[in-house]
């Protein structure tokens, strides 16, 4: 199980996770306004105050790299809070591995209920001639 956790402490220490963390958040809600208010790409590059090339950068591509205060900015325009936290490491790793715990404990639990039932309907499909 070791391997595994450093893995994990290798990719979460790597800015670029994070980073990219909030890029596809920032991109989803961007997108979702989009969507929800009706706007074409004109239209909202207005709303943002950004030019349409850059919208069409951030739709096309996911390229938002824009300054802290700007994502800020642009996440207000949508209709969000940004909410960034700083959690202690040793408490995020101990958090997450109990969730990834609890998922697999889940996972595994649905999967054995679902043999389990394939298991009874092969039962009582078969006829005893």
Same mark, same amino acid.
Request: no cysteine.
């Given at each position: 199980m070791k391997p595994a956790n450093n893995i994990r402490e290798t990719i979460l220490s790597q800015p670029s996770y994070w980073v990219e963390g909030v890029n596809g958040s920032l991109y989803?809600?961007?997108?979702?306004?989009?969507?929800?208010?009706n706007l074409n790409r004109t239209q909202l590059a207005s709303h943002l105050g950004i030019s349409k090339?850059?919208?069409?950068?951030?739709?096309?591509?996911?390229?938002?790299? !824009?300054?802290? +205060?700007?994502?800020?900015?642009?996440?207000? $325009?949508?209709? /969000?809070?940004?909410? !960034?936290?700083? +959690?202690?490491?040793?408490?995020?790793?101990? $958090?997450?591995? /109990?969730?990834?715990?609890t998922k697999t404990i889940s996972l595994n639990q649905i999967l054995k209920s679902s043999v389990n039932a394939s298991d009874e309907k092969i039962g009582s499909d078969t006829k005893v001639g």
């Open positions: 989803n809600a961007v997108l979702s306004y989009m969507e929800a208010n090339g850059r919208v069409s950068q951030i739709l096309n591509d996911g390229e938002i790299n !824009f300054s802290l +205060q700007k994502i800020i900015e642009i996440a207000l $325009k949508v209709g /969000k809070y940004p909410v !960034f936290e700083f +959690q202690d490491k040793e408490a995020f790793l101990e $958090k997450q591995s /109990k969730l990834i715990n």
